[in-house]
Structure formats: structure tokens, C-alpha cells
């Protein structure tokens, strides 16, 4: 078994964007875990903005991923047990702008194109779409 220590000083590094934040709140809200892609279209941030994120959150210990075909899926890392008080505080910061309230209105719309459970579409957004390219 791999155990993981995260350190606190990166771990709040990795919360003091606005960006990640919605990234972690997204996940948590819904328990899912989310390709690039679903991200992207979600968020609608450029994938090469969003995928640098990620990797902030992954090295700080926030997120795992697991590739799948062409895909990887982001997962919020729940253990240990002060992770799901960290993300419970994510979850009830104020919303004033509805920011957040959109990405999971997007999110949630986005996640019904999956087929068997996964992603198989690619970015739909077209401006991110050419910007990935």
C-alpha cells in the first residue's frame, strides 16, 4: 500500500486559485470524477489552462487519475480523514456570482453525454475546441 503525505503549505498552495477551487468544488459536490474534456466544457476554461491545474492538484495530493483508452479521469482523494473536512469547507464558501452554481449546471448537463459510464465525445465547446488543437 502507497501512502501519500500531503504537505499543508502545498496543499493550501493548491486551494489559493480560483480555478482549482472550482475544480475541487465540482467534484465534490457531485462524488464524480471527470475527464479534461468534461472539464473543459464545464468550466469553459482552455484545456491547456485546466490541464495545468490539474496537475497543481495532483502533486499536491488532491487528486488521483486513472487513464482509461485516451482519456485520464480526475478523482478528488478522500483519505485521509481531514480531506472530506477540507472539501466540505470548499463546498460552503459563498457562491455570490454563481459562478459555481453554472459550472454544475454545465457539468451535470455535460456528464448526460457519456456512454457506458464514460466520456467519448471530446471537447464540445468550439472556441476551446480549436484552442486545444
Request: net charge positive.
Amino acid at each position: 500500500m502507497h501512502t501519500l503525505t500531503i504537505q499543508p503549505k502545498t496543499l493550501f498552495r493548491a486551494l489559493a486559485d480560483g480555478t482549482r477551487l472550482r475544480i475541487i468544488r465540482l467534484l465534490v459536490t457531485t462524488g464524480e470524477e471527470a475527464c479534461l474534456c468534461e472539464l473543459v466544457d464545464s468550466l469553459k476554461e482552455p484545456a491547456y489552462k485546466l490541464s495545468r491545474h490539474l496537475k497543481i492538484l495532483r502533486q499536491s495530493g488532491l487528486l488521483s487519475a486513472q487513464k482509461d483508452g485516451s482519456w485520464i479521469y480526475h478523482r478528488l482523494v478522500t483519505k485521509p480523514l481531514y480531506m472530506k473536512k477540507l472539501t466540505a469547507t470548499v463546498c460552503a464558501l459563498p457562491d455570490p456570482e454563481q459562478v459555481f452554481q453554472a459550472d454544475l449546471t454545465r457539468f451535470e448537463e455535460r456528464m448526460g453525454l457519456r456512454e457506458g459510464g464514460r466520456c467519448r465525445v471530446g471537447i464540445l465547446t468550439n472556441d476551446l475546441k480549436a484552442e486545444a488543437r
